[in-house]
């Protein structure tokens, strides 16, 4: 299955430079952009410790460098530390969660240009169909290569913009820039809420955890050495903390003197202070936009077929065909996963007359629930189990649970707290679990 192997993690040997932008292509989203935009405007210098927490989660694999070589996936190595039950039930709510994820940044992206260009659903969808096409013909080595190019162009937009936005930000008064930069603490309360910062947080640092693409990813590099997987953990934290994170909150930090800024048009007013760039702006804006979109979705895609494939799909059955079949089924799950992302589960919502953004948990939900068997699964010692697909579903419960008694009940701090809940569930009933299980055995 050597093509196989080759198409969905390249062998097992891309080099550090494909890794780390592979890596930044999948933190580099256009919900990323607008995520850290709007954390600087609203918590001034505080958004960097919650950016560099993003960051911290790759160096927290590190110690697990040598674990990668001999896996798959995030769901594989699940089902080998213990049982195919947590395997399946891992590899389904992450299909769940990119699927949306997908949706999400193709309707920001959607969103943010709409203004700016005409036929912009043609435009997103021409550009979303290319996206599937060259991850169809070339896997994951073609996608590391046309990432590389496509994350060079939104740096230097997101760089231009950022200049501009330093360039404007010091030109106020000592006062207002110093407020911009270093709201007190207070004001990071009234404006996150105490559970919407740690929450903020507990995601960011156990993203990389829960993560199949950046799995996926590591993967991809780790037949060469552990020492070279530790490496492209350790580039990746520090090149997209440089880059995406603090150029955003930079942005974001620029505009916090202003009163009339909201999430959806933070990049859009950025033209107050690029008045004499303004001929540009709308183009810059809407390159990132499409940019950021494809470099997201083709990972999201690649790692969407590794997970049907390798993951999801009778081992039975995926033993009865040849390579030249299996390769097909593969191509085949690119496609049908890209149209029902890209286009399906947005025709779902809209037949409902429900909102895309009402559901902006699912993403977080569904894959925050596998903390507790990955981290068990990477540190802990003891025989390995057959019931740690439990804290997985007792951690759906909780946090969309919390969710919905929050939206019954109008509390903030439940639904603000509700990927937190799901951690703390997770970990800890895996944690009682394998300690239950260890004594049993010894017994």
Wanted: glycine share 8%.
């Amino acid at each position: 299955m050597k093509r196989i192997s080759d198409f969905l993690l390249a062998g097992g040997k891309l080099s550090t430079p494909a890794i780390v932008n592979l890596l930044l292509s999948s933190s580099f989203g256009l919900n990323a952009i607008f995520y850290g935009a709007w954390l600087g405007y609203s918590i001034g210098i505080w958004a960097l410790i919650i950016q560099c927490a993003w960051s911290v989660s790759f160096f927290l694999l590190i110690p697990a460098a040598r674990r990668f070589s001999s896996i798959t996936s995030l769901h594989d190595f699940l089902g080998r530390q213990f049982d195919p039950k947590t395997k399946l039930i891992a590899a389904l709510c992450s299909l769940v969660g990119i699927s949306y994820f997908v949706v999400w940044e193709m309707n920001i992206a959607l969103s943010t240009i709409t203004s700016l260009l005409p036929n912009t659903a043609f435009v997103i969808g021409f550009f979303a169909t290319l996206t599937i096409v060259f991850t169809l013909l070339f896997g994951l080595r073609g996608n590391a290569f046309i990432d590389t190019y496509i994350n060079l162009i939104k740096i230097l937009i997101l760089l231009a913009i950022c200049a501009l936005a330093i360039g404007h930000l010091f030109s106020l008064p000592t006062e207002t820039v110093h407020h911009s930069i270093f709201p007190s603490f207070g004001a990071v309360i009234a404006n996150l809420g105490i559970m919407g910062f740690i929450t903020n947080i507990v995601f960011n640092v156990t993203w990389q955890f829960v993560d199949n693409s950046s799995w996926q990813t590591v993967i991809a590099g780790a037949k060469t050495s552990s020492r070279s997987t530790a490496r492209n953990l350790k580039y990746s934290g520090l090149f997209i903390f440089m880059t995406v994170n603090l150029l955003s909150s930079i942005i974001g930090i620029s505009l916090a003197h202003q009163s009339n800024v909201t999430p959806d048009t933070i990049l859009s007013m950025t033209s107050g202070f690029t008045a004499q760039y303004s001929f540009l702006l709308p183009a810059g804006i809407i390159i990132l936009s499409i940019t950021s979109m494809m470099s997201l979705v083709d990972g999201m895609l690649l790692t969407s077929a590794l997970t049907i494939h390798m993951d999801i799909m009778p081992k039975k059955l995926l033993a009865k065909l040849d390579e030249k079949k299996r390769m097909k089924l593969i191509q085949l799950s690119i496609i049908v996963v890209g149209l029902l992302s890209i286009w399906g589960i947005e025709f779902i919502l809209q037949a409902f007359r429900v909102n895309l953004f009402d559901f902006l948990y699912i993403i977080v939900i569904s894959q925050l629930s596998l903390i507790g068997p990955v981290v068990v699964g990477l540190y802990a010692k003891g025989k390995k189990n057959r019931w740690m697909w439990m804290p997985i579903v007792l951690a759906l419960i909780v946090g969309f649970g919390s969710i919905a008694m929050g939206t019954i009940t109008g509390s903030k701090e439940l639904v603000d707290g509700a990927g937190t809940f799901c951690v703390i569930t997770s970990l800890v009933t895996a944690w009682i679990i394998q300690q239950a299980y260890s004594k049993h055995t010894l017994a």
